[in-house]
């Protein structure tokens, strides 16, 4: 079965016959597999090595200060979610995971602003690990960077110009990310560490540890994605898949639990457009356009153009405990 292509971040910034050859092997890239290895990013080791070390402290710490930070103590979907505490394909995932999203001051609920102004708000961090906020927020912001220079040469590869997404994300992007932790299954559950899914946003970058288990659909069955030192896993989200009329791929995807002794961290950073905006439809070229074979939507998840509504309603749908406790009246209205 055929390997990820790898794609080299600094050829797109060198210009003229790399760039070009950047953007025509990541259109083949983004449209057949949807997913790909990115290198020559400017992140250095060093900095993936610490948050990942950063994930393997914050877990490590005792289950008690975890839950002093855990994502249902506010309605901002940020924080701790333990062990089965989110759902995929309405089954739970066997993961813990920690949550932040941009450092934002929390809008007063009020009936005349939509619902999902709720999930702007304030992180929450772990007494335990004082450096954790620093770290961790300059390296979302460089991923944001990262992946909007990404977001530019997919416009191009569309034969958009670079700013095509520009109005999506002129507030900054929306940014999400996630550290996570699988365990091995123990003979006790099913090795779901995380189910099938697609990703809701433009694009999102993994950063994996050494251990294997991300899985991506292909028409030959499931093909493993070893990591890469150094690189990002990037693949592509619904609203790229939308905004494209499907020529881009988003890719069904899927963690298998570690082995018996042996747990898996990575670091997962989703971005995606502004809440308030609307995805544009972008006037393709004919022949791209006979091949865009529209979006092969996930009928659990239903794309919406708004994109706070849509983000909304994936948090919703992966977190039940924290619909409950903040959104009872809306999550039964959608
Ligand atoms: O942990 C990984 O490698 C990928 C996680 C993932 O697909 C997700 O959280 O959406
Ligand atoms: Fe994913």
């Known amino acids: ?40 990013h400017g992140i250095e080791l060093a900095r993936q090595q610490q948050v990942l070390l950063l994930a393997r402290d914050f877990f490590a710490l005792p289950l008690a200060d975890k839950l002093a930070v855990k994502m249902t103590n506010t309605p901002h979907f940020r924080g701790y979610t333990r062990l089965q505490g989110e759902l995929t394909l309405g089954k739970p995932d066997l993961r ?23 999930l702007q708000g304030p992180n929450q961090w772990p007494s335990q690990l004082p450096q954790m906020k ?7 912001q460089d991923l944001a960077d990262t992946s909007v220079a990404l977001l530019k040469a997919l416009a191009v590869a ?28 123990n003979g006790e559950t099913s090795g779901q560490g995380v189910g099938a899914h697609k990703d809701p946003g433009y694009l999102t970058l993994v950063l994996q540890d050494k251990q294997s288990g991300l899985e991506v659909q292909t028409d030959e069955g499931w093909l493993s994605i070893p990591p890469l030192e150094g690189a990002f896993v990037v693949n592509i989200g619904e609203l790229l898949e939308l905004a494209s009329n499907g020529y881009l791929k988003a890719t069904y995807h899927r963690v298998t ?8 961290y990575s670091c997962a950073f989703f971005m995606a457009a502004q809440l308030n905006a609307t995805v544009p439809l972008l ?29 909304l309603k994936g948090r919703l749908r992966s977190h039940p405990d ?10 039964n209205a959608i």
């Open 1 to 40: 079965m055929e390997q990820l292509p790898i794609l080299n971040l600094s050829d797109w910034h060198a210009g003229g016959q790399s760039r070009h050859a950047f953007i025509t092997k990541l259109a083949d890239a983004a449209r057949r597999i949807g997913f790909f290895y990115l290198t020559g």
């Open 96 to 118: 813990e995971q920690f949550d932040i999203m941009q450092e934002e001051t929390a809008n007063p609920p009020r009936s005349d602003v939509p619902k999902w102004s709720q």
């Open 134 to 140: 620093t770290i961790l927020l300059e390296w979302q």
């Open 158 to 185: 569309l034969e958009q110009s670079e700013t095509a997404f520009d109005a999506t994300i002129d507030a900054g992007p929306y940014q999400h990310m996630k550290l996570i932790r699988y365990p091995n299954a």
């Open 257 to 264: 639990s570690p082995p018996a002794g042996v747990e898996r």
């Open 283 to 311: 006037p393709l070229p004919e022949y791209l356009a006979r091949q865009a074979l529209g979006p092969a939507s996930d009928p659990l998840n239903p794309l919406f153009h708004q994109v706070g509504q849509n983000v």
């Open 322 to 331: 924290v619909a409950k406790a903040h959104y009872a009246s809306f999550a």
